[in-house]
DNA sequence: GCTGGCTGCCC
DNA sequence: ATTCTGC
DNA sequence: GCAGAATGGGCAGCCAGC
C-alpha cells in the first residue's frame, strides 16, 4: 500500500529495509515491503482490538468505561502495591484521595509515582538515556541553558522597524519559551519566521529540564530528532518514548505535537504535525480509545466562544465544563507542585507569554529534584489524564475545589514542564494553539488513518455524529481492510437520539446582495426569532432537546418539554426550532433577557423537521420538508408550539423583503433568515455556514440601528495576539451639566490591529505595553496613572484610566438593562442602569468633542424607544398598509410610501432609509440614532415630541 | 443562611 | 454573538 | 473564504466565606 506522493499532508517516512527479506525499497514512502509484503512500519507487541462489526450503531460508553482489573496494567499495579506493603489506594484513575500535599514530602511523592514503575523501560540501548535517573538530582538550572525550545514569541507590537530587531534579540538571548503558544508576528517579516522554525527542532526529548541533565550522550543521540514539523520520523527509538508497553500513549505525545502547532502559523505545518502524531500510534497499532483520548486531548477545549470543556461526545454528559477556575483552583495546584508561592508565579507570569509559560518556567527552575523520589517523568498518559480531566469535573459539593485542586497537584507532579503547561491550558480551556477538534484534528485523523479519505467526507461524517469514537472506527476500519473511506463514512449517518449538527445561516449584510446570490429563484423569508435554538428528538411521549451547541437541555424547560410529550403523540419526529419567551408584560422587547431568567411560559417556534417516519429527511428539499412539518406534525392544538412566520417570495422581491424585515423587527425578532426552498438541510460540517440560509438581522444594516458616540474611559492588558495591546475598553456616557461619565459597555470587536497599535502607544507612550512591564509609566496624555477621571462613574476596576476627551461610534443590536453598567441608573430601575449587547467600534469620532458624545438621557431616549418599537412599527406599517396574511396577494400601491428617519438636534439628519414599493430604492445611509415616525402621506407617529426633518423623494 | 464571585452556556 | 487577520 | 482568536452582555447554578 502506498501512499500518494503527491498528497500534501504525506506521511512521514519510514525505515526503507524491510525487517523480514532485508529488501531495500525504491520507494521510501511505502508501507509495506515490495518483494514480501511485510509492513515496514514499526511494530509492537500490542494488537489492535476487534472492531464493531458497523459503526453505525448507537455508541456505547466506552470513554468513561475504567480499565478492568484484569487489565494488565492495572494488575501489575495492584502486585506493586502488594510488593511495596503500601495500601491500595493509589490506583491510577484515583489520584485524588491521599495525593501529597507537598511536592517536597518524599514519602508522599513515592507513593504518588508509585505507578511509574510499572510502565517497564525499554530494554538497554542508546536510546534510553531519556529514561536514566539523573545522576546529579540537585544541580541547579540556569534559566538561559535550560530551555532548549527557542522563545518563539513575536508579540511586537511595534510598528517600526527598529523596535523589532531589539525583540529579536531580547527573544534569542532570553529563551524564556518553554511551550511556545501560537506566534504573533505583527511583522510582515516571513524570513523571521522561517528562521525561527528551521531552528525548532521540536520537543519531543530536550523541551525539559531532566532531559537536558542527561546532556551531551542524548545529543549525540539526537543526530536526528525527531521533527513533528518536518516529516522526520526515526521508527527505531520512536515508539517507545510514544507508547507504553500496554499500549498506553503517553500525554507528552500531545505536549509536544501542541508545541510543534503552536510554533507554526502555517495551517499546512499544523496539519503536518496533528498527522504526524496519528501516524505514530497508527504504527504502534494503538486502539481506538488511545486515538480517541488523543484526538480530544489535542483540542480540549469546546469552542473559543464559551471556553467549555469537550473530552466526550457533547451528548453524553450534560455539564461538560470542569469547573476549574484560576483562581480557585488552579493556581492553588500549580503552587502546590512546584513549591512557589504566589509573588513568585506573579513575577514568573511577567516574563512569561502566559500563565501556563509561567508555571512551566517555575516547574523547571525545580529541575529534577523531584524525581529524586523514585517518580519518572513523562509516565502520565492520554487515558490517564482525560479520566482525571473528566473526574474533575464530576467532582462537587463542598470542598469541591480543594479535592480538585489536589489531584490536579498530583497530575502535575508527574508532568514534565511542557506536559504541565499544556495540562494548565487545558484546564484554562485556553489552548490559543490554532487548532480545534472539528476543523484540524478530525481532518488529521483521516489523513493519518487513510490519505485517501477527502476532508470534507470526514468533517461531514463527523457533524452527522458528533462522536470522535465513531469516526475513528470507521477509519480504523478502512485502514485495516484497505477499504475505500468514502463508503465507509457514509455509513455514519444521522441517528435519532443523538444530536446532529444544526445547519448554520450564513450574515448578509444587504438585501440586494442576499438576493443576487441566491442560486434558486424560489426562496423562503422566514422570521429570525430571538431565542435559543433547540433540536429536539421526539418519540413516542418522550422529548429530548439539545441546545445549538448539542448540550443536553431538556431539563431546561420542564413546561415546554411536558406540552410536546402531551402533544406529539405516537411520533418520532426531530424538529428544528427556537424557543422563545414572548409574554413578556412590561419588559417591552426584552424578549431574550427573558427567556433566560423564565423557565417556564416559554413557546416553541418550529422551522425545520429532520427525521420523519423512521428515517432523516435532511436530503428532502426545504419545501418537502416543510410540507411534512405543516401537513404531518404541526396540525396540534397548541398555543405553545407553533411555525415560524415566513412568506415565499422570488429574487425580485427586493421591496417585499424589506418590508418582511421591518414586519419582523417589529414583532421583536432580530431579522429575517432567506433560505432556497429547494435545498438540502446541510450537514457539512461543525462551524459550518451554509450558503442556502441568509440571515439578514436589523444591525447588519446600516440605519436600521442604533450607534452610539461613547468615551472611552479605561481599559485592560489584552491577552495572546492581544497581550500588546489595550483591550477590552471601556466605554462612558457623558453629561455635560454633571460632568458624570457613566460606563455603558466593554468593546473590543471592531478594532483593526492598526488602531490598537496606535491607541495603545497614545495612552501608554512609544514604549507602548513595555513600558508597565518595566515599570516605566508616567502621566501621558492620555493616561492618568492613579484612578479613574474625575466624575467616571463604574464597578469595573480598570487597569489602566484615560483622561476623557475621545469621542468613538459604538454599534450595537440592542440595548439591556443591566445589573452591572451605570449609565441612565435609576431611570428604568433603581439598580440597574444601560448596556448594549452585541456592542462593537466603529470609527472615531474626531469631528466630536466631549460634550457632543451621547448623554445618559440620550441614552434613556434610545433605550425608550427601543421599548415601542413594535408599537412604532406598527403604526406605521399599518397606515401604510393592512398587516393582514393576504397582504403579499395584494397589488402594491403605486403610490410611494416612505419611512422617514430622523435624529433628534440641530443638524440636518445624517441620513434616513427610504422604504419603497416602487422598485427603485434609496440605498440606506448612515445613521446614527433611528426611529420610524412618519409617513410621507403626512400619517406622523411620533414616539416622541420631537423635531422632524422630511426629506423628500428628490432632495439627496 | 446569605452574599459575592466564579464558571458555563446562551445569545 | 461580532469582528479582524493570516493562510 | 475558511479557521481561529479575542472577547461583548447577562443569566442560573454552584461554591466559599462570612
Known amino acids: 500500500k502506498k501512499i500518494p506522493k503527491n498528497s500534501l499532508l504525506s506521511m512521514p517516512s519510514y525505515s526503507s529495509t524491510c525487517p523480514k527479506c ?62 511495596q506493603g503500601e495500601p491500595m489506594q493509589m490506583v491510577s484513575s484515583d489520584l485524588s484521595e491521599g495525593a501529597s500535599t507537598h511536592p517536597f514530602d518524599g514519602k508522599d511523592i513515592h507513593s504518588e509515582s508509585a505507578i511509574a514503575p510499572t510502565q ?97 550522550a542524548t545529543v549525540i543521540n539526537q543526530e536526528e530528532p525527531m521533527d513533528l514539523l518536518h516529516d522526520k520520523f526515526e521508527s527505531r527509538r520512536g515508539l517507545q518514548q510514544l507508547v507504553s508497553d500496554e499500549g ?24 503536518r504535525a496533528l498527522v504526524n502524531a496519528f501516524s505514530w500510534l497508527n504504527s504502534a497499532q494503538c486502539e481506538a480509545e488511545e486515538f480517541e483520548a488523543t484526538a480530544y486531548l489535542l483540542a480540549p477545549v469546546k469552542d473559543s466562544q464559551t471556553g467549555g470543556h469537550r473530552l466526550q461526545p457533547d451528548f453524553i454528559s450534560p455539564e461538560g465544563g470542569l469547573g476549574l477556575g484560576w483562581r480557585s483552583v488552579i493556581e492553588q495546584a500549580i503552587l502546590d507542585a512546584t513549591g512557589c508561592s504566589r509573588s513568585e508565579l506573579t513575577n514568573a507570569r511577567k516574563k512569561a507569554s502566559d500563565s501556563a509559560e509561567a508555571a512551566a518556567m517555575l516547574l523547571k527552575r525545580l529541575g529534577t529534584r523531584r524525581w529524586c523520589f523514585g517518580g519518572k517523568p513523562r509516565t502520565l498518559t492520554v487515558t490517564e489524564v482525560r479520566d482525571n480531566l473528566l473526574k ?44 480545534s477538534l472539528e476543523a484540524s484534528v478530525i481532518p488529521a485523523l483521516a489523513q493519518a488513518l487513510n490519505p485517501r479519505c477527502p476532508t470534507q467526507e470526514v468533517r461531514a461524517a463527523y457533524a452527522r455524529r458528533p462522536d470522535v469514537r465513531c469516526v475513528i472506527d470507521a477509519l480504523l476500519q478502512s485502514n485495516n481492510n484497505n477499504d475505500d473511506a468514502i463508503s465507509i463514512l457514509k455509513n455514519i449517518g444521522v441517528s435519532f437520539g443523538i444530536p446532529l449538527q444544526p445547519m448554520l445561516a450564513t450574515a448578509g449584510n444587504s438585501i440586494q446582495h442576499a438576493l443576487r446570490d441566491f442560486g434558486s429563484d424560489q426562496i423562503l423569508a422566514e422570521h429570525k426569532y430571538d431565542g435559543q435554538r433547540a433540536q429536539i428528538h421526539y418519540a413516542d411521549g418522550t422529548t429530548t432537546m439539545y441546545s445549538r451547541k448539542l448540550d443536553e437541555i431538556t431539563n431546561k424547560y420542564p413546561q415546554l418539554v411536558h406540552i410536546l410529550n402531551s402533544k406529539l403523540g405516537n411520533k418520532c419526529i426531530i424538529l428544528d426550532a427556537e424557543i422563545v419567551a414572548e409574554n413578556t408584560d412590561g419588559e417591552g422587547g426584552q424578549v431574550f433577557q427573558a427567556l433566560t431568567s423564565k423557565r417556564d411560559d416559554v413557546s416553541l417556534v418550529v422551522f425545520d423537521l429532520l427525521w420523519f417516519d423512521n428515517r432523516c429527511i435532511c436530503d428532502l428539499p426545504l419545501f418537502e420538508r416543510r410540507r411534512l412539518l405543516i401537513e404531518e406534525v404541526l ?27 421591518m414586519h419582523a423587527v417589529a414583532a421583536n425578532c432580530e431579522g429575517l433568515v432567506l433560505k432556497q426552498l429547494d435545498s438540502k438541510y446541510e450537514i457539512s460540517g461543525v462551524g459550518i455556514r451554509s450558503k442556502a440560509w441568509l440571515k439578514l438581522k436589523k444591525d447588519y444594516i446600516e440605519g436600521m440601528v442604533d450607534s452610539l458616540d461613547l468615551v472611552p474611559i479605561g481599559g485592560w492588558r489584552g491577552s495572546g495576539r492581544k497581550s500588546n495591546w489595550i483591550s477590552p475598553i471601556l466605554m462612558a456616557t457623558y453629561d455635560q451639566e454633571t460632568q458624570e461619565l457613566a460606563c455603558v459597555s466593554r468593546v473590543m470587536s471592531g478594532f483593526s490591529d492598526e488602531f490598537y497599535a496606535a491607541f495603545t502607544k497614545r495612552v501608554l507612550g512609544p514604549k507602548g505595553i513595555k513600558a508597565t512591564i518595566e515599570n516605566d509609566i508616567s502621566d501621558l496624555n492620555l493616561l492618568i496613572r492613579n484612578g479613574p477621571a474625575p466624575g467616571v462613574n463604574t464597578s469595573e476596576n480598570c487597569e489602566f484610566w484615560f483622561k476623557p476627551g475621545l469621542v468613538w461610534e459604538i454599534r450595537a443590536a440592542d440595548i439591556t438593562l443591566s445589573p452591572t453598567h451605570r449609565s441612565a441608573m435609576g431611570i428604568f430601575h433603581a439598580k440597574r442602569g444601560l448596556s448594549l449587547r452585541f456592542p462593537r467600534f466603529i470609527r472615531e469620532r474626531p469631528d466630536k468633542r466631549l460634550e457632543q458624545a451621547t448623554s445618559s438621557s440620550q441614552f434613556a431616549n434610545f433605550y425608550r424607544q427601543q421599548q415601542s418599537r413594535g408599537d412604532t412599527m406598527t403604526l406605521s406599517i399599518s397606515n401604510a398598509k393592512p398587516l393582514d396574511d393576504d397582504e403579499k396577494e395584494t397589488p402594491l400601491s403605486s403610490k410611494p410610501k416612505r419611512r422617514i428617519l430622523h435624529e433628534d438636534g440641530e443638524q440636518v439628519a445624517r441620513s434616513l432609509l427610504v422604504y419603497d414599493n416602487d422598485a427603485e430604492l434609496s440605498p440606506p445611509l448612515p445613521l446614527p440614532s433611528s426611529t420610524v415616525v412618519a409617513e410621507e402621506d403626512g400619517d406622523v407617529g411620533c414616539v416622541e415630541q420631537r423635531r422632524l426633518i422630511l426629506l423628500g423623494a428628490d432632495e439627496s
Open 392 to 435: 474533575l469535573g464530576l467532582m462537587n459539593g463542598p470542598g469541591a475545589n480543594s479535592r480538585k485542586s489536589k489531584l490536579l497537584t498530583s497530575l502535575f507532579g508527574r508532568a514534565t514542564p511542557n506536559e504541565m503547561a499544556w495540562l494548565i491550558r487545558t484546564c484554562n480551556a485556553h489552548m490559543s494553539c490554532g487548532i
Open 120 to 216: 517497564h523501560l525499554p530494554p538497554a540501548s542508546d536510546d534510553d538515556q531519556d529514561f536514566h535517573a539523573p545522576t546529579q538530582p540537585f544541580q541547579e538550572e540556569h534559566e538561559n541553558t535550560a530551555a532548549v525550545a527557542p522563545a518563539t514569541q513575536l508579540y511586537n507590537s511595534d510598528t517600526d522597524d527598529d523596535q523589532n530587531e531589539h525583540d529579536v534579540k531580547t527573544k534569542a538571548d532570553l529563551k524564556l519559551s518553554i511551550a511556545p503558544t501560537q506566534l504573533y508576528d505583527d511583522n510582515d517579516d516571513k524570513s523571521k519566521t522561517e528562521a525561527n522554525l528551521s531552528i525548532t527542532p521540536t520537543q519531543l526529548y530536550n523541551d525539559d529540564d531532566d532531559d537536558k541533565l542527561i546532556t551531551d
Open 248 to 271: 498506553s500513549v503517553y500525554y507528552r505525545v500531545i505536549a509536544s505535537t501542541l508545541s510543534a502547532v503552536s510554533s507554526t502559523r502555517s495551517r499546512l505545518s499544523k496539519e
Open 22 to 83: 532485508t529488501l531495500i525499497q525504491s520507494d521510501p514512502m511505502a508501507c509495506l515491503c515490495e518483494l514480501c509484503g511485510a509492513s515496514l512500519l514499526p511494530q509492537v507487541a500490542k494488537k489492535r482490538r476487534p472492531l464493531p462489526p458497523s459503526t453505525n450503531i448507537a455508541r456505547t460508553q466506552t470513554t468513561t468505561k475504567k480499565r478492568k482489573a484484569n487489565d494488565p496494567k492495572q494488575r501489575s499495579i495492584l502486585s506493586f502495591f502488594r510488593k
Open 635 to 661: 396540525p396540534i392544538e397548541s398555543s405553545s408550539i407553533r411555525l415560524a412566520k415566513s412568506i415565499q417570495i422570488d429574487r425580485n422581491s427586493l421591496a417585499i423583503v424589506q418590508k418582511e424585515l
